[in-house]
């Protein structure tokens, strides 16, 4: 679990300007893309908006012929226009906002599709960057953000403008004057929104920033339910839930606040407008410079121009959230990719399985030393190959440049004489199978994770698979048996089940090279015996190499290879390494329970207690059974 979550005690503040709006360039793909559509919403809602600008003057062709006893009443007429353009207006909304609400959908659905695609083809520092839960954040909520400022926001701010232009229009043509006084305080109103909105950006994008810790936190612990249960520590989970929490409550108080103070100034700024139509618009009707249907038009124009001003900061707010949310967006699809996937032309389609370790050295990002120094390894097709070593000793490391889960480097792997870095990423890994150490399982049948890579595989490859893999026994015993549903990650079976679930998985490809990371640790010995019968069975005359723990896994290989901070400290078959009598072979009397061994494991076990490391230490962190 992580430790306990960064969460201020103060608000972080941080001077914000529009240029953050800078972010918002990033999605021109998008416009581009749904432009055209988007143009035809714009349209209707603008003409929506010219609609609406007839109704008053209507309204006051109506209201002057029932105030002039001069003028003959007119009713009929301007209530049958109103009633068409409200029909009309209501036509045309709902068809701007439905294809409004499309563009929101697509542009959420293109997105989603991207980060999933770019997370996909990305290796272990990415994974150490971002969290699973911080990812499905961004993917969620940042995405819902941006979705809402491009299929909304642009349209907003064009109607606003056009309807402030149509207002004003009118206003002008009703009466000049009374105009200039309505819009004098305006630009004010304006310029206070604009300074008011652009604080937003940190308030947002900290509110976005809680909102992963709390996601992070929470797949994190439903993961680990079993392990907190087991341990006792569920209140100690919930106050640490609470803090996290509580952060996010926070942050999303600040931005709310923030947002209820532009919502209280603006209305309270705009309100000059309609007091100076009061007061002079009243003066000008008693003087009999206008009607009372132009004051009465002229009061409905002037809340066309103030309504969009007054919600300039609201419209802003849209276009913040949506930086804050394309910031965090791309900071995901900007992470270049750690292995890069240049393949060379003319390589063969199928492999023998030669593999060549050529001076391989590898140093993982951040570490003090190299993981693996000048590994030189040739194996031959057919070979069974077994690497052992204490733990952070490089092992794994080498299986993973083998397929280019790491970034291998080049000149130093060779399948077949070929550069794996030559190979297609995807070539590559098609033509050799590695089963990692920690099993994983998807949360479907066993039938479709033992199909995973090829759903049209027959039964009876997979029951084949199955025996070799020692599952067999255990499939029959379920009831549904091959489609019994395994649960999220495999819960429902056991750490011995899952272990020889993926390594059955693995198997049934047949792959020219089956690359097998300690997939025996969680299995008791006959079971393993059964386990490697079955791999000799199935792997006869292609490659395999099996990280183990044990020497009663190794002695089975061909070849043994142990590996010691990096490099390769001994190797030979089985009976020279016991006639070495070095590492292996201590590790060998610490693991075995034969009376010839009893005195040499009693030695080193006197060896680990007097000394506290030296041999037996050292067997013993492999992972000895004493």
């Known amino acids: 679990m992580n430790g306990t979550p960064n969460t201020p005690n103060t608000p972080r503040r941080q001077r914000s300007s529009y240029k953050d709006l800078g972010h918002l360039k990033r999605l021109g793909i998008y416009f581009r893309r749904y432009g055209p559509v988007l143009l035809f919403a714009i349209v209707g809602v603008l003409l929506t908006r010219i609609l609406d600008a007839r109704v008053p003057l209507l309204m006051k062709t109506a209201i002057d012929s029932l105030a002039d006893p001069l003028i003959e009443p007119d009713i009929v007429m301007p209530a049958l226009l109103i009633v068409a353009i409200v029909v009309a207006r209501f036509g045309i909304f709902i068809f701007a906002r439905r294809i409004m609400r499309r563009v929101s959908i697509s542009v959420a659905y293109d997105l989603r599709k ?3 695609s770019h997370v996909q083809y990305q290796g272990p520092n990415f994974f150490n960057h971002f969290s699973t839960g911080d990812l499905m ?6 995405i819902n953000m941006v979705r809402m400022m491009v299929s909304f926001g642009w349209v907003n701010i064009i109607t606003f403008l056009f309807t402030i232009g149509v207002g004003l229009y009118y206003m ?6 009374l105009a200039a006084w309505v819009v004098l305080p305006l630009p004010f109103v304006a310029i206070v929104g604009f300074v008011m909105a652009r604080r937003m950006f940190p308030y947002y994008r ?17 993961n680990g339910i079993r392990t907190i249960q087991a341990m006792a520590q569920e209140d100690q989970e919930i106050a640490r839930f609470n803090e996290v929490s509580t952060h996010y409550a926070q942050m999303v108080y600040r931005a709310t606040r923030y947002n209820a103070w532009i919502s209280l100034v603006m209305p309270i700024l705009t309100t000059a407008s309609p007091v100076i139509i009061i007061f002079y618009g009243g003066t000008l009707v008693l003087a009999g ?3 009372i249907g132009t004051f009465m038009a002229f009061f409905s124009y002037m809340m066309m121009v103030v309504w969009p001003v ?14 804050a949310g394309t910031q965090r967006i791309f900071e995901v699809l900007d992470y270049e990719h750690e292995i890069s996937d240049v393949p060379a032309d003319h390589l063969p ?10 001076g391989l050295s590898f140093n993982h990002q951040g570490a003090a030393r190299p993981t693996i120094e000048n590994v030189n390894i040739e194996i031959v097709p057919g070979e069974t190959i077994a690497l052992l070593g204490r733990v952070g000793s490089g092992k794994s490391t080498l299986l993973k440049t083998v397929v280019r889960l790491i970034d291998t480097p080049r000149g130093s792997v060779f399948i077949d004489g070929h550069d794996v870095c030559d190979f297609p990423i995807q070539k590559l890994r098609e033509l050799i199978t590695m089963v990692p150490q920690e099993p994983f399982l998807f949360s479907t049948s066993l039938r479709e994770n033992l199909t995973y890579d090829d759903p049209e595989r027959e039964d009876g490859q997979l029951w084949d698979a199955a025996e070799a893999a020692g599952l067999a026994g255990t499939v029959r015993d379920f009831g549904e048996g091959l489609d019994t549903i395994v649960g999220e990650r495999g819960q429902t079976l056991s750490g011995g089940q899952k272990q020889r679930a993926t390594l059955a998985r693995g198997m049934v490809r047949k792959a020219p090279i089956l690359l097998l990371d300690d997939c025996f640790s969680s299995v008791d010995t006959e079971t393993e015996e059964r386990i490697l019968s079955g791999l000799t069975r199935m792997r006869h005359g292609k ?4 990280i183990s723990h044990r020497v009663s896994t190794a002695r089975h290989a061909d070849r043994i290879f142990v590996i010691d901070n990096g490099h390769i400290s001994e190797s030979g078959t089985h009976e020279e390494l016991m006639t070495l009598g070095g590492y292996y072979a201590d590790l060998a009397a610490v693991q075995s329970d034969q009376d010839e061994d009893r005195a040499r494991k009693a030695r080193l076990l006197h060896d680990l207690e007097d000394a506290g490391d030296g041999p037996a230490l050292r067997a013993v962190q492999v992972g000895g059974d004493v």
Do not use: H
């Open 206 to 222: 900290d509110q976005q920033e809680a909102m992963a810790e709390v996601t992070a936190f929470t797949q994190e612990n439903l």
């Open 172 to 177: 002008m043509v009703l009466s000049p004057e």
């Open 289 to 291: 410079d206008i009607t």
């Open 114 to 116: 991207r980060i999933f």
């Open 137 to 142: 954040s961004r993917a969620i909520n940042d």
């Open 543 to 546: 490659t395999t190499m099996l």
């Open 349 to 358: 389609d199928t492999i023998d399985g030669r593999i060549e370790y050529r």
């Open 310 to 323: 007054r919600m300039i900061g609201m419209s802003l707010t849209m276009f913040i959230a949506g930086a």
